[in-house]
């Protein structure tokens, strides 16, 4: 098992770059107030319902 | 991390970093490793950050693998020279996209273009596009997706 850390993790970080804690397992470099991205709204729940759907990807896009 | 949760969870021997800049889609990746493994394994972590403004330092990474970004982007260049900055000499980097295949599927890829949510390229054009920036490629393709494998 090789594990990872918030230590660790930072390591891999540039020196400017400012690592925060956001639950357990997911950090940011974002800053707190940036407004999210079009996936964290409803789009978000459509992309992972739909587009990561295996059917849909096979019957679509062919894969 | 619908398709590759479940990969992940069978390598355990190397440290990953997942990286995201939608804090739903990290949360609903980490939710279907929790329900595969009854937890998060520990070599996996998340990191919401930028891919177009990568906070890594150089040469960071052996293995790079970008799921279905490329699709997303007008412009791959600046894209493409951030994950060269952050691999190491050898490392590898792998991509999947959606492309034009000749398929009825391009004219509902056009459809997303037309909304703006995708950019449909050939793959000549990312040929072209990844040797223009010394990133040879080899890539198979199945439907309209394409799976890129950078050869330096």
Known sequence: ?63 | MAFTAKTYSLYPDRPVVLLDQSLKLLRIAKSRLTKLNGKVPDNLIFLHADALQLPFAPKTFDTIISLNLLHVLDDINNLLNGLKNVLTKDGKILFTTLIKGNRLADKYLKVWEDAGEVVSRKIEELETIFAGLGMPIEFDINGNMAFIHCLS
């Open chain 1, 1 to 63: 098992m090789s594990a990872i850390d918030e230590n660790s993790l930072s390591k891999l970080l540039t020196n400017d770059v400012s690592l925060r804690h956001v639950e357990p397992h997911i950090y940011s470099v974002l800053a707190n107030n940036k407004v999210g991205n079009t996936y964290d709204n409803k789009f978000g729940t459509f992309y992972d319902l739909v587009a990561c759907n295996p059917i849909y990807n096979r019957l679509i896009w062919g894969y």
